[in-house]
Each structure stands twice: as structure tokens, then as C-alpha cells.
Nanobody
Framework: QVQLVESGGGLVQPGGSLRLSCLASGTIFSINVMGWYRQAPGKERELVAVMDSGGNTNYADSVKGRFTISRDSAKNTVNLQMDSLKPEDTAVYYC???????????????WGQGTQVTVSS
């Protein structure tokens, strides 16, 4: 089994910064893509930023230039530095990881429990 645990959410004023962290633990053979999604009230879950095992990244257009994803593959961690936050960034942020638990099984996507980010004055 694989667990993803997020930390770092909270309340911040517009223009402020937050850093989210996620640790994957359990039976992990390899992790390909690891990253962040978010879901605001009444909206569907959307991609924020992801990074594959080769270091390639994909950002939502709405966060480009403001958010930065980083990853430590040796420690199975992924971070999201969020700067110049806007009220529309308010959402529950979920960590995700595409994990193989052994050489013989396919990749499955795992999710964290989510962490609330609220941007408000």
C-alpha cells in the first residue's frame, strides 16, 4: 500500500506565499509522475503542476510564473512553492503520484487526503 501525506496549507493574504509538501511512503518500486491538483468548491479537480521522473514539468496556464514544483526522487517527496497567490487559487490541493509497487504490476495513481489553501484578506 502507498500513502501520500501533504502539509503546508493554510490561510494567506493575496500576494503572499505558501509552500506545500508531500511525502509518499509504503511499498514503492518506482514513481513516474508526481505532482499537485486542486479542487475549488463547485468545480472539478484540475491539474496545477506535475513533474515526471525525468524532471519534465507541466503547469496549468493559470499558475505559470507564480508556482514552482520541485521533487526529490530519492526521498519520494514533491513540493509546490506558491507565490503571488490570488483569491482564485483558493482550493483543496491534492498530491498525486503514479506508483509501481513492484516490477510486475502496472502503475496506479495514488492521492493524498488534501490540504486547504485559502487566499483572502
Amino acid at each position: 500500500q502507498v500513502q501520500l501525506v501533504e502539509s503546508g496549507g493554510g490561510l494567506v493574504q493575496p500576494g503572499g506565499s505558501l509552500r506545500l509538501s508531500c511525502l509518499a511512503s509504503g511499498t514503492i518500486f518506482s514513481i513516474n509522475v508526481m505532482g499537485w491538483y486542486r479542487q475549488a468548491p463547485g468545480k472539478e479537480r484540475e491539474l496545477v503542476a506535475v513533474m515526471d521522473s525525468g524532471g519534465n514539468t507541466n503547469y496549468a496556464d493559470s499558475v505559470k510564473g507564480r508556482f514552482t514544483i520541485s521533487r526529490d526522487s530519492a526521498k519520494n517527496t514533491v513540493n509546490l512553492q506558491m507565490d503571488s497567490l490570488k483569491p482564485e487559487d483558493t482550493a483543496v490541493y491534492y498530491c498525486s503520484a503514479d506508483v509501481r509497487t513492484s516490477y510486475y504490476v502496472p502503475t496506479l495513481r495514488y492521492w493524498g487526503q488534501g490540504t486547504q489553501v485559502t487566499v483572502s484578506s
